[in-house]
Each structure stands twice: as C-alpha cells, then as structure tokens.
Nanobody, 123 residues
Framework: VQLQASGGGLVQAGGSLRLSCAAS????????MGWFRQAPGKERDLVATISWNGLSTYYADSVKGRFTISRDNAKNLVYLQMNSLKPEDTAVYYC?????????????????WGQGTQVTVSS
C-alpha cells in the first residue's frame, strides 16, 4: 500500500486548502483513513478520521467546524478540506490507513503512512 498526500502550500489566515491522499492497492475501500499533522518540535496528532464507507467521522476539537474529511472509494482518494485556516494549523500533514474499517483516534491504530505535505498559514 502506498499513500501520496498532496495539496499543501502557503496560505493566509482565513484561507482554505484541500489536501488529497491517493492510495494504491485494491484494499483501500476496506479500511478507515486518517489525517494527522505534526508541527516542529511537537508530536504527530490526529486531525480527522473517516470510516471505510464515509459514514462515520471524527475530528480533533481544534479543527471541528473548520475541516472536513471525505473519501471517494471509486477513485481511491481521501480529502481534507480545510477552511478558516489559522497560523496554528501550520504543520506537515500526513494521511494514514487504519488497521480496521472504522475510524480510529490513536496513532497506533494506523499501519501505512504517506510522506506528508507541508501546510503553512501566515498571519
């Protein structure tokens, strides 16, 4: 399984970005997916997660109401729509595949990781 994250960049506070994660392999549809982020000197934290069928999602409190996770199983893609961005959202964002079909909040529940895409929000 290979995951390729893209869509990061530099944006002003209040702006929007949409991240994409392309997954290879035929087993994408069976697994939950997640987006994590890691700022310099900090741990990698969960941002959002989605179940295999897209019906269940979970968001970190810091992004709730601003970010939306979605997936297109026909295209093997997972998205993270980020609106009302803040400087504290600046981080490298990673997509990851869960070990199961639900949504999962712990780092240990993910077994495949993309390479990360940088998001920088200027004030």
């Amino acid at each position: 399984v290979q995951l390729q994250a893209s869509g990061g960049g530099l944006v002003q506070a209040g702006g929007s970005l949409r991240l994409s994660c392309a997954a290879s392999g035929r087993t994408f549809i069976n697994y939950g997916m997640g987006w994590f982020r890691q700022a310099p000197g900090k741990e990698r934290d969960l941002v959002a997660t989605i179940s295999w069928n897209g019906l269940s999602t979970y968001y970190a409190d810091s992004v709730k109401g601003r970010f939306t996770i979605s997936r297109d199983n026909a295209k093997n893609l997972v998205y993270l729509q980020m609106n009302s961005l803040k400087p504290e959202d600046t981080a490298v964002y990673y997509c990851a595949r869960a070990r199961g079909s639900g949504y999962y909040t712990r780092f240990e529940e993910y077994d495949y990781w993309g390479q990360g895409t940088q998001v920088t929000v200027s004030s």
